[in-house]
């Protein structure tokens, strides 16, 4: 007796030395998500984003700070957050495990569990930038919000990230000879490490919109808008793209193979059309922009994954809310809104906006959001949303 009790107890030991869960929170809970940018100085208050947000069914959000108006707002809604650490921070995160404490405790812990904050994003779009100091800053400051996480026992609730823009790659066609650029890899390789070891998953700003512009003699433009075209052949993986998003992220796959992380998952942490842009930005029109983004909503709910990773479920965050108005650069930048700032829509994907009769039909009730916390009431909702898109296309 006393010997096979003594058994089980080192059995289960063993059991838990070798089937400890990896940490497996997932700050992405359903498929298509958007980004709250708020450069701007005509956008709604954050209560009125609620509203806004809760009538186009839309749960999964991210902002690029940790504003407390937006923390408070979301407060109670089901909505599910994730927050940015900006750029501006990495560099005292890195070095001073003590700030990375204090800001995880009032970011974060001070607003959970109402506030459902399901991720924190390390900076935005480091590698591959001209600023090299704070290339060598991600990883530590990574590491100290992680361990701050860990110590304030939100580590099972808060996904650590950072999200890539292409920079990152050595672009090369077809999309599975993709590798990282040379002078990225020493940055990228121990981030990548620490991020597996973690269960975080690869975050990428794909904009097709992008590629488009700085070729548009080569790429057929159906391609880049998810429209019926020939689309391309990859003869090393035998694998056919008729959209270019879904060669963008195989890419990605690729360049992870390549180094050694074929099992980590890429998420589109950014994706969107301008509507309006400069006199070179051609492709910078409301027609473009509601077809792009009809056709990813369209894409994003068959819950399908990438020709590469066909089990992979893709899922994007769209950019973005609203236009805004005070970002610098090309004007394309200040418009890839799909909402206007009196909350109707900048054009028809199939969303209600604030005020317009539908939207209070569609209104989910607090209740409505509060009880989609399993996937499979989610997926009846996002399937709902798929037959509405489809039907709408007929
Ligand atoms: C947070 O957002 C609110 C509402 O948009 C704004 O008034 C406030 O200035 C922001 N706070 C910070 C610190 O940026
Ligand atoms: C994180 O915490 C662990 C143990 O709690 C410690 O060993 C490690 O050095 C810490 N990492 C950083 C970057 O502070
Ligand atoms: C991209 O790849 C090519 C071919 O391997 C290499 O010659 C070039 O230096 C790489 N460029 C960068 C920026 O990594
Ligand atoms: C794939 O096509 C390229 C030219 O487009 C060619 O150089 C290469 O040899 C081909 N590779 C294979 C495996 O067929
Ligand atoms: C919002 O503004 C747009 C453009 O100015 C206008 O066409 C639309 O009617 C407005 N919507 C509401 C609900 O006021």
């Known amino acids: 007796m006393k010997i096979s009790s003594c058994f089980l107890v080192r059995f289960f030991l063993l059991l838990s030395v070798f089937f400890t869960p990896s940490v497996a929170v997932d700050g992405f809970t359903g498929t ?78 001070a607003f959970l569990p109402k506030t459902k904050i399901r991720g924190i994003a390390i900076g935005n779009e480091v590698l591959g930038g001209s600023d090299q100091s704070l290339s060598e800053a991600l990883l530590g400051a990574a590491k100290n919000i992680y361990n701050a996480t860990k110590s304030l026992k939100l580590d099972d609730v808060v996904q650590i990230t950072t999200a890539h823009s292409q920079a990152v790659f050595n672009n090369s066609y077809p999309p599975s000879s993709c590798v990282f650029r040379e002078n990225v890899v020493q940055y990228m390789n121990p981030l990548l490490d620490f991020f597996s070891q973690i269960g975080s998953p690869f975050c990428l700003n794909a904009y ?58 890429v ?62 650069g090309p004007a394309s930048e200040r418009n890839f809104g799909l909402f206007l700032p009196n909350g109707s829509v900048a054009y028809n994907i199939g969303f209600s906006g604030l005020k317009s009769s539908s939207a209070t039909s569609s209104f989910l009730s607090l209740k409505d959001i509060q009880h989609q916390g399993s996937p499979n009431s989610y997926f009846l909702v996002l399937t709902a949303c798929a037959i509405v898109l489809l039907s709408l296309n007929s």
């Open 32 to 109: 298509y998500g958007i980004n709250y940018g708020r450069i701007a100085d005509n956008i709604p208050s954050p209560d009125k984003v609620v509203t806004l947000l809760r009538a186009a069914k839309i749960r999964n959000v991210r902002i690029y700070d940790a504003n407390h108006s937006v923390l408070n707002a979301f407060s109670g809604t089901g909505l599910e957050l994730v927050v940015g650490l900006p750029n501006g921070n990495l560099q005292d995160m890195s070095t001073n495990p003590n700030d990375a404490l204090t800001w995880v405790q009032e970011n974060v812990q």
């Open 267 to 328: 998420i589109v942490t950014e994706t969107g059309w301008a509507s309006h842009g400069d006199p070179k930005e051609e492709a910078a029109t409301v027609s473009n922009a509601r077809t792009y983004n009809y056709n990813l909503r369209k894409r994003l709910a068959l819950r399908k994954g990438t020709p590469m990773r066909p089990k992979n479920m893709l899922r994007a965050y769209v950019f973005a809310l609203f236009n805004e108005d005070s970002k610098p």
């Open 208 to 265: 097709p919109f992008l590629a488009y512009m700085s070729d548009p003699t080569e790429i057929d433009i159906n391609y880049a808008l998810f429209q019926a075209n020939q689309g391309i052949y990859d003869n090393k993986t035998d694998l056919h793209y008729d959209n270019m998003l879904d060669a963008q992220i195989d890419a990605a796959y690729a360049a992870l193979e390549d180094a050694g992380f074929k099992k980590m998952e």
